[in-house]
């Protein structure tokens, strides 16, 4: 077992706290250690954007007010982690360095204002952070009460500048080794006389320049990425040399689309992310909202499968940034903490403790209100969690196993939302993983979210939705992996397109995966928004007739079987459903977007091949299973506004009132079940 934070027997409730903004008032830094001890907190994040107190002018420091509030934390058993302020800088830093801030996408550097406007190939601002967080390392990296250390804050968007130009040429440079008819051929350049001479010639994608290049694109954004990895390791290699066992993670954001988040995980000890989902809206159920939050919480726990997560920041209550800031509604606080542990997170964190008194987050939601009372409803649903947690502490550790992954990539996501073909309002490819994931859910099964160049050992089962982009390896890893027994599920927009983006010839799905499937793909029909389709089962045992909509491939069959049929158009009655045998696995190619229930009736036909078991869940509920040594932990979340009847898997404990359970339970409206067996 891997536990994330070495000295620390709990799972994790707590987050960020502020308390540099109330150093003038030691009434209120007195109460908050008293509240804190009161709603069962056991961690705050510091330090995220106190640089402006660290250093008010250059050179000159202050720590004192840190060491004496992680001292008073500590000797009241709440631990640290210690951020990085590289999120937020001081105004003297961007006046006197300010190749500090960014640069637009039209060329124009921003002005000092705001955070997280840094750029990342700034010499100066990359000497300004490592000066400060050295210092911040060798006063705090070994104190008994830090437990981690935070990299910035949600890191990310790209920059312009001529320094930023320069090292994106410098990337391309070594990437297609220095060598520019290698990158005219991957970009495609000849096509509307694009012919670059030389790198120096390439500026970043801009919507003042160049945008059309899908190459160019595709690699501004990988530089990006390893650009944004480049500055947080510098960061990382500082605070690691003072706290050589101390982990680092930084906290990563909702389907955050200019960073490939795989490739940032790699550098970090811990994954952690800010949950802020749009609990109870008008257009759609609870229990939507919630799935999609599952999708991201499988997202990150599956970047490390040999450890937790972390939820780095959610909200008791409201936030102040959504359209409309609706109030948490009563129990869902509770469900949705449970509901973060289940599905692998070994920490609850909130932003923030307290409410500041003014700024822009003066009205975001936090545990304490400008009321400044522990009695409030947030404050007892705090509290509650805080209890609840203490009475799930021996699960920390433990691992969700799959047996089945949905590949979810980056850079896959990049190709197909820049490539102009299909319809660029329904490609949908994230929604599409997600309608997927509903299906594994509905039947109770935990599967992996992953992206394409990982391991497929673990699995028996991979469904791989529109993965237009086949990265180098890709398509050899599938057929190794169904040769030797997997059941692949591909669906139409399969294998388009190589890792510069250049066409496959020959046919789609392409790199050799038409062997794969036994077929390949003459068109792809894309529908309006208001136009259906159909496929009618006619084999492989499933029967039903099922509606289409956006996307029919017309499949041209070579040696796989036909399981389903379109039932109209001047398609009607060519394959849409197929499946290959290949080696000792099965290759599954679905040619158009089917509806649920015909999806659901596809993948739990092949879940019950496998013999990967599932249990059909009531509407409304969610359903998962950590390890750890001999012990299993199900848990049941009931999203939905009635009562409902559970199957369990098994005789258990209930863990939060000790009763013994077996066969069905019922659980209350919008409550969780958790049960060790
Ligand atoms: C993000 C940031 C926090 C805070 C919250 C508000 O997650 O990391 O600093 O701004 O949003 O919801
Ligand atoms: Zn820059």
């Known amino acids: 077992m891997i536990k994330l934070f070495p000295t620390v027997d709990a799972i994790l409730h707590g987050g960020d706290y502020n308390p540099e903004q109330w150093l003038d008032r030691p009434d209120i830094l007195e109460e908050d250690i008293k509240y804190m001890k009161e709603a069962h907190i056991n961690v705050v994040t510091l330090g995220v954007f ?10 000159e420091y202050h720590f004192d007010w840190l060491k004496e509030i992680m001292d008073n934390l500590y000797a009241n058993g709440i631990y640290t982690i210690l951020a990085t302020p590289s999120g937020a800088r001081p105004a003297w830093l961007d006046r006197k360095y300010p190749t500090s801030m960014r640069t637009n996408s039209k060329g124009m550097r921003n002005l000092h204002g705001e955070r997280h406007n840094q750029c990342m190939t700034s010499l100066a601002y990359r000497a300004k952070v490592c000066k400060i967080d050295t210092l911040l390392a060798e006063k705090f990296g070994k104190h008994p009460g830090l437990i981690a250390w935070h990299i910035s804050n949600e890191m990310g968007s790209e920059c312009w500048c001529d320094s930023c130009r320069v090292q994106f040429q410098n990337y391309l440079r070594d990437k297609y080794n220095n060598n520019i008819d290698d990158l ?34 595709l690699d501004w954004k990988r530089f990006t990425t390893a650009n944004t990895i480049s500055f947080m390791k510098a960061e990382i290699d500082v605070v690691k040399h003072y706290s050589p066992d101390l ?20 550098e970090l000890d811990i994954v952690s992310w800010d949950s802020y989902p749009r609990y109870n809206t008008p257009n759609e159920t609870l229990y939507d909202t919630i799935v999609s939050d599952t999708f991201d919480n499988v997202i ?13 920041e959610s909200v008791p209550s409201l936030v102040n940034w959504h359209e409309f800031n609706k109030a948490k509604r009563p129990k869902v606080h509770m469900l949705t903490s449970i509901h973060s542990i289940a599905c692998g997170s070994d920490t609850i964190q909130y932003f923030q403790w307290r409410k500041g008194r003014g700024s822009y987050e003066q009205h975001h939601g936090a545990v304490i209100d400008h009321l400044g009372r522990n009695d409030t409803r947030v404050f007892n649903d705090v509290r509650e969690v805080g209890e ?42 994230p929604q599409t993983c997600m309608e997927m994931l509903k299906v594994f859910m509905k039947n109770g099964v935990d599967v992996d979210i992953i992206s394409s160049d990982e391991d497929y050992s673990d699995y028996d089962f991979i469904v791989a939705p529109q993965l237009y982009m086949l990265k180098e390896g890709v398509a050899d890893k599938m057929k190794i992996f169904v040769n030797n027994g997997g059941t692949i599920l591909a669906t139409y927009m399969t294998g388009y397109v190589d890792k510069t983006t250049l066409c496959f010839l020959g046919g789609f799905p392409g790199d050799g995966l038409t062997k794969l499937f036994g077929l390949y793909t003459e068109e ?45 158009d001047f398609y009607k009655s060519s394959p849409a459903v197929t499946v290959n045998n290949y080696g000792e696995g099965k290759a599954y190619y ?16 092949i879940l019950e091949e496998k013999g990967i078991s599932y249990n059909k869940l009531p509407d409304g509920v969610e359903y998962h299973c950590r390890e750890l040594n001999d012990n299993k932990y199900d848990f049941f979340i009931n999203c939905s506004d009635t009562d409902v009847t559970v199957n369990l898997p098994g005789a258990g404990t209930n863990m939060i009132n000790g009763d013994k359970e077996e066969g069905e339970a019922v659980i209350k409206a919008l409550e969780s079940l958790v049960i060790k067996r």
Request: glycine residues 6%.
């Open 300 to 312: 990150y726990r599956s970047m490390k499968k040999d450890r937790p997560f972390m939820i780095m």
């Open 50 to 59: 106190s640089w402006s107190i660290y250093e008010p002018v250059e050179g």
């Open 184 to 217: 005219n051929k991957a970009w495609w350049t000849t096509f509307w006389s694009h012919k670059f001479n030389n790198f120096e010639q390439i500026d970043p994608p801009s919507p003042r320049g160049e945008r059309s290049i899908h190459g160019l694109n």
């Open 247 to 266: 982990p680092v993670t930084t906290n990563f954001m909702h389907l955050y689309p200019l960073l490939d988040y795989n490739k940032m995980a790699k």
């Open 388 to 429: 609840t947690l203490e009475k799930l502490h021996e699960l920390q550790g433990s691992l969700i196993k799959s047996k089945a992954a949905i590949i979810y990539d980056q850079e896959n996501r990049w190709a197909l939302e820049d490539a102009a073909a299909f319809s660029s309002k329904t490609k949908k490819y």
């Open 590 to 605: 679905v040619g158009a977007r089917i509806d649920k229930a015909g999806m659901d009736n596809l993948i739990t036909s």
């Open 524 to 568: 792809i029909d894309t529908l309006y928004p208001k136009e259906v389709n159909g496929v009618k089962f006619i084999d492989g045992g499933l029967d039903g007739e099922y509606t289409v909509k956006d996307y029919c491939d017309i499949i041209k069959v070579q040696t796989a079987k036909v399981l389903a049929e379109y039932t109209a």
